[in-house]
């Protein structure tokens, strides 16, 4: 994924993104693309009860495209009204940055358990929901939580309790919940799972542009795909 010339902050500074190698076969987004898939990626990691995919890609370009459009602005003439609005936007940016990985890191410290175990069942050759950053913060914070435990609590308890299970101890996600969500692309026979025992299960259609409240583990991979926004 690579970042096309910068359109977006207002064309006089010139801010632009050098080319990546010839032949590269990446995706080619405008900044204001890539800024709408951050943006997308923070609301569904906000709303959503799970940990989603990293999009570390998506990030990895941002901070790219910050430092590209920090040093243009050095060199930005002095007074310009217009370097207040490009250093405003930026700020707006990187806030909407730090909150997605802010929101990253409190899911994998409340979840980490059922985190590890999902990267650790997981299939050979597919994707890791963890960045290596993640999953290196993931297991640090395991091996500080029960070092904790065992010295603070543990040792001073009989030989034959003296061992947690995190997995039973630690709630998983709550992919009961219901979350509100903008239909992107229209989806068909969208199966809806009864309240009760005595409701019979039923699909719905949903069109796109329309909103919906809708129990989350039953949209879960419409949101994996793109196809649905959580707001």
């Known amino acids: 994924m690579r970042v096309g010339p910068l359109k977006r902050m207002t064309e006089e500074l010139d801010l632009t993104q050098q080319d990546s190698d010839a032949g590269s076969e990446e995706v080619v987004l405008t900044p204001a693309e890539l800024i709408e898939r951050l943006e997308q990626a923070w609301m569904n990691e906000k709303f959503a009860p799970e940990l989603l995919e990293s999009k570390s890609e998506i990030v990895e370009c941002v901070i790219e495209q910050l430092d590209h459009m920090e040093e243009n602005l050095k060199r930005a003439k002095k007074g310009d009204l217009k370097v207040s ?4 936007e930026m700020e707006r940016i990187r806030y909407v940055l730090s909150s997605y990985l802010r929101c990253r890191l409190m899911k994998i410290e409340k979840f980490f358990p059922h985190i590890l175990e999902k990267e650790k069942m997981r299939p050979e050759g597919e994707s890791s929901y ?11 914070y395991m091996a500080h939580t029960e070092a904790y435990l065992k010295n603070v609590a543990l040792k001073h308890m009989p030989p034959n309790l003296q061992k947690v299970d995190l997995l039973r101890a630690v709630p998983k996600p709550d992919l ?3 979350v509100f969500l903008r239909v992107k692309e229209r989806q068909e026979n969208i199966l809806v799972e009864p309240e009760t025992d005595e409701q019979r299960d039923y699909v719905i259609d949903l069109e796109e542009g329309s909103q919906h409240l809708i129990r989350y583990k039953t949209i879960a991979p419409l949101v994996a795909s793109g196809a649905i926004q959580l707001i």
Not at 85 to 88: K, V
Not at 130 to 140: D, G, R, T, V
Request: aromatic share 16%.
């Open 176 to 178: 009961d919940s219901y």
């Open 130 to 140: 963890l960045s290596p950053e993640e999953f290196a913060f993931a297991k640090e």
């Open 85 to 88: 609005i490009h250093r405003m």
